[in-house]
């Protein structure tokens, strides 16, 4: 793969690309320090950690009309989200920083004759606003819950919002007659683009964004209308077939049950394949069993909130090394979190004799296999703990996926990151949460999602899920003997210490019980090197693309300790983690083993 520049997409000219290139190892440490010269190149980043600048643009339009001089705006999708960021807010940041905090939401203007499928798909964005000393905790809060608005809905509720199609909810009975007081702005400020151009607010520090102007001539009403309308009908009609969400949707959630394998038209449902009732070798599996959500972490903290309201709260338990948000909703909402960072079987000795001491826990959180070590739990040991001591299981297959692994029986809920292998095109987050129907708490969970469960993923980003998905099955195979190849070589060469893969791992017995008879060991691998410079050479001379995230349909390479806990790298030692690891995600490229191969030539050139 050609050198992608600092702080270009990945993959590059994507408006929603999920990476962000930080080609050498230095600006890793850049990027982590804060430091301007990578900070200030980034295009974008990964979305959880980076807000797309659609999002921000957004922001400072909805703040520039509505809010006050100073605030600052996070968008969320639905007054429910927001409210929670904000009760966050309420609850961790400082008493002093909470003037000027407010919400206000954003609706489809009544007034406004628009078509039935936009309002199918509820447009609504709602901001929460705050003072710049209030932002690092709801960035907390983004960050930690995927609740946060996706960057296709903002750039299309913006466009909306622009041309005052979407209004204050409180205002919306009444915004005809304000619209037309206050006018509408010069029409060379109004612009009309795809929502996937690249240049779209997404291209760097120089796009500029014009305010509505208050003094403008009042247009005539019909002219009005009649642009609104071809603005919709444009925005819709070429780039997004409503029609096609609802089946879309459906086709996802049967290709996570497995029952859908070969690529189908979504013109009509019934072109799609049954659910098979013991699809995923679970009796009474239901289609509805499957929730789609905005994103991987979204899975988790829903996953964590609703068993919080479908059992006695009580503190949870991380077992394994965690993915690093893991730990923190575990944390941060609710009673707490016990923490087994090594993921053991005497781990589990020790979880066994709390257990047997009476300590008693709302569920336990793990990865399978986990991030980046590739080791795996003992889900056999921990079901039968979890049956006899009462706490749920949940299971991330992110990294094993459902194509090479099933751990739906031995858990209560499995969740995934859609937006990784799933995907594997980098330009889209998605995830999902699978309720185990034979689960003990499957009725309790089941009511509260009934009541609680909102369904936010954006219309657009189920569509470019879906389109991505269809090869799925075919990716896997094919991403599964890359990775084999590459830790043969990996392995074979003297200056590699260690080679982390759940083939090679000791805890290979415990990722067998699950493999799929088809199934391989997945397309994630990590590696050390005798020494710090050694990896830095090997980062810095390896021809793949170099960023945050995984599961992409080609090479992604990262110093995943280094990004992922910079402020922590003793604590992560102290698991075993070495501060120095280098994970690669592996891709569909021919000869990747050459690609290896010459990034060990340049730090063999590493003088001892």
Same mark, same amino acid.
């Given at each position: 793969?050609?050198?992608?520049?600092?702080?270009?997409?990945?993959?590059?000219?994507?408006?929603?690309?999920?990476?962000?290139? #930080?080609?050498?190892?230095?600006?890793?440490?850049?990027?982590?320090?804060?430091?301007?010269?990578?900070? %200030?190149?980034?295009?974008?980043?990964?979305?959880?950690?980076?807000?797309?600048?659609?999002?921000?643009?957004?922001?400072?339009?909805?703040?520039?009309?509505?809010?006050?001089?100073?605030?600052?705006?996070?968008?969320?999708?639905?007054? $429910?989200?927001?409210?929670?960021?904000?009760?966050?807010?309420?609850?961790? *940041?400082?008493?002093?920083?909470?003037?000027? #905090? %407010?919400?206000?939401?954003?609706?489809?203007?009544?007034?406004?004759?628009?078509?039935?499928?936009?309002?199918?798909?509820?447009?609504?964005?709602?901001?929460?606003?705050?003072?710049?000393?209030?932002?690092?905790?709801?960035?907390?809060?983004?960050?930690?819950?995927? /609740?946060?608005?996706?960057?296709? =809905?903002?750039?299309?509720?913006?466009?909306?919002?622009?041309?005052?199609?979407?209004?204050?909810?409180?205002? *919306?009975?009444?915004?005809?007659?304000?619209?037309?007081?206050? %006018?509408?702005?010069?029409?060379?400020?109004?612009?009309?683009?795809?929502?996937?151009?690249?240049?779209?607010?997404?291209?760097?520090?120089?796009?500029?964004?014009?305010?509505?102007?208050?003094?403008?001539?009042?247009?005539?009403?019909?002219? /009005?209308?009649?642009?609104?309308?071809?603005?919709?009908?444009?925005?819709?009609?070429?780039?997004?077939?409503?029609?096609?969400?609802?089946?879309?949707?459906?086709?996802?959630?049967?290709?996570?049950?497995?029952?859908?394998?070969?690529?189908?038209?979504?013109?009509?449902?019934?072109?799609?394949?049954?659910?098979?009732?013991?699809? =995923?070798?679970?009796?009474?599996?239901?289609?509805?069993?499957?929730?789609?959500?905005?994103?991987?972490?979204?899975?988790?903290?829903?996953?964590?909130?609703?068993?919080?309201?479908?059992?006695?709260?009580? $503190?949870?338990?991380?077992?394994?090394?965690?993915?690093?948000?893991?730990?923190?909703?575990?944390?941060?909402?609710?009673?707490?979190?016990?923490?087994?960072?090594?993921?053991?079987?005497?781990?589990?000795?020790?979880?066994?004799?709390?257990?047997?001491?009476?300590?008693?826990?709302?569920? #336990?959180?793990?990865?399978?296999?986990?991030?980046?070590?590739?080791?795996?739990?003992?889900?056999?040991?921990?079901?039968?703990?979890?049956?006899?001591?009462?706490?749920?299981?949940?299971?991330?297959?992110?990294?094993?996926?459902?194509?090479?692994?099933?751990?739906?029986?031995?858990?209560?809920?499995?969740?995934?990151?859609?937006?990784?292998?799933?995907?594997?095109?980098?330009?889209?987050?998605?995830?999902?949460?699978?309720?185990?129907?034979?689960? =003990?708490?499957?009725?309790?969970?089941?009511?509260?999602?009934?009541?609680?469960?909102?369904?936010?993923?954006?219309?657009?980003?189920?569509?470019?899920?879906?389109?991505?998905?269809?090869?799925?099955?075919?990716?896997?195979? =094919?991403?599964?003997?890359?990775?084999?190849?590459?830790?043969?070589?990996?392995?074979?060469?003297?200056?590699?210490?260690?080679?982390?893969?759940?083939?090679?791992?000791?805890?290979?017995?415990?990722?067998?019980?699950? $493999?799929?008879?088809?199934? %391989?060991?997945?397309?994630?691998?990590?590696?050390?090197?005798?020494?710090?410079?050694?990896?830095?050479?090997?980062?810095?001379?390896?021809?793949?693309?170099?960023?945050?995230?995984?599961?992409?349909?080609?090479?992604?390479?990262?110093?995943?300790? #280094?990004?992922?806990?910079?402020?922590?790298?003793?604590?992560?030692?102290?698991?075993?983690?070495?501060?120095?690891?280098?994970?690669?995600?592996?891709?569909?490229?021919?000869?990747?083993?050459?690609?290896?191969?010459?990034?060990?030539?340049?730090?063999?050139?590493?003088?001892?």
């Amino acid at each position: 793969m050609p050198l992608i520049e600092l702080g270009d997409s990945i993959p590059p000219n994507t408006a929603h690309a999920v990476s962000v290139s #930080l080609p050498t190892w230095k600006s890793n440490v850049g990027y982590e320090e804060g430091e301007q010269w990578v900070i %200030g190149s980034m295009i974008t980043g990964y979305p959880r950690f980076f807000i797309h600048k659609s999002i921000q643009a957004f922001g400072r339009d909805i703040v520039a009309k509505h809010g006050i001089t100073g605030q600052q705006a996070m968008l969320f999708p639905t007054r $429910k989200t927001a409210n929670r960021c904000l009760e966050f807010i309420r609850d961790k *940041a400082p008493q002093s920083a909470l003037v000027d #905090l %407010g919400l206000l939401h954003l609706v489809l203007d009544p007034a406004k004759k628009t078509p039935d499928a936009l309002q199918s798909v509820m447009p609504s964005i709602s901001a929460v606003l705050f003072t710049p000393e209030v932002f690092p905790f709801a960035k907390q809060y983004w960050q930690h819950s995927g /609740d946060g608005v996706s960057s296709r =809905r903002a750039e299309f509720c913006h466009g909306l919002f622009k041309e005052s199609i979407l209004v204050l909810e409180e205002k *919306a009975s009444s915004s005809r007659t304000l619209q037309q007081k206050l %006018g509408r702005g010069p029409k060379r400020y109004r612009r009309q683009a795809s929502i996937d151009d690249s240049k779209n607010g997404s291209n760097g520090g120089h796009h500029h964004h014009y305010p509505v102007t208050l003094d403008a001539p009042v247009e005539d009403d019909t002219t /009005d209308t009649l642009e609104s309308s071809r603005f919709l009908e444009e925005r819709y009609g070429r780039n997004l077939d409503l029609s096609l969400v609802p089946n879309a949707k459906s086709a996802i959630r049967r290709r996570i049950a497995g029952v859908l394998t070969a690529d189908v038209e979504l013109d009509s449902i019934t072109s799609l394949p049954t659910m098979d009732s013991n699809a =995923r070798g679970i009796s009474n599996f239901k289609e509805d069993d499957i929730y789609l959500v905005p994103c991987g972490m979204n899975a988790i903290f829903t996953t964590h909130q609703t068993l919080l309201k479908a059992r006695e709260p009580q $503190k949870s338990i991380n077992f394994g090394f965690p993915y690093v948000d893991t730990l923190k909703i575990l944390q941060k909402f609710g009673p707490g979190a016990i923490f087994y960072g090594r993921g053991s079987s005497a781990d589990l000795d020790d979880l066994e004799d709390r257990l047997k001491n009476g300590e008693r826990f709302l569920g #336990l959180f793990c990865e399978f296999p986990g991030n980046p070590l590739l080791t795996c739990p003992d889900l056999v040991r921990i079901r039968r703990l979890a049956d006899t001591y009462d706490f749920a299981v949940v299971v991330d297959e992110t990294v094993g996926t459902f194509m090479n692994v099933n751990v739906l029986p031995f858990a209560d809920v499995v969740v995934s990151s859609l937006t990784k292998i799933f995907s594997g095109d980098c330009n889209v987050m998605g995830g999902s949460m699978i309720l185990n129907p034979n689960s =003990r708490y499957y009725a309790s969970m089941k009511r509260v999602m009934t009541d609680e469960f909102e369904d936010t993923y954006w219309a657009e980003d189920v569509i470019f899920m879906e389109r991505n998905s269809r090869d799925f099955k075919s990716r896997i195979d =094919r991403v599964n003997a890359n990775t084999e190849a590459i830790c043969e070589v990996l392995r074979a060469h003297p200056l590699v210490t260690n080679v982390y893969y759940p083939k090679y791992n000791e805890s290979r017995p415990n990722y067998e019980v699950c $493999k799929l008879p088809g199934g %391989g060991y997945g397309g994630l691998l990590s590696c050390t090197l005798e020494t710090k410079a050694h990896a830095m050479v090997f980062y810095d001379a390896i021809e793949t693309a170099k960023g945050p995230s995984l599961g992409t349909n080609f090479t992604l390479t990262s110093p995943y300790v #280094l990004l992922a806990h910079y402020q922590e790298l003793d604590w992560a030692a102290s698991f075993g983690v070495n501060p120095d690891l280098l994970r690669i995600s592996v891709g569909l490229e021919d000869d990747l083993t050459s690609v290896i191969t010459r990034a060990l030539e340049a730090a063999e050139a590493v003088s001892n």
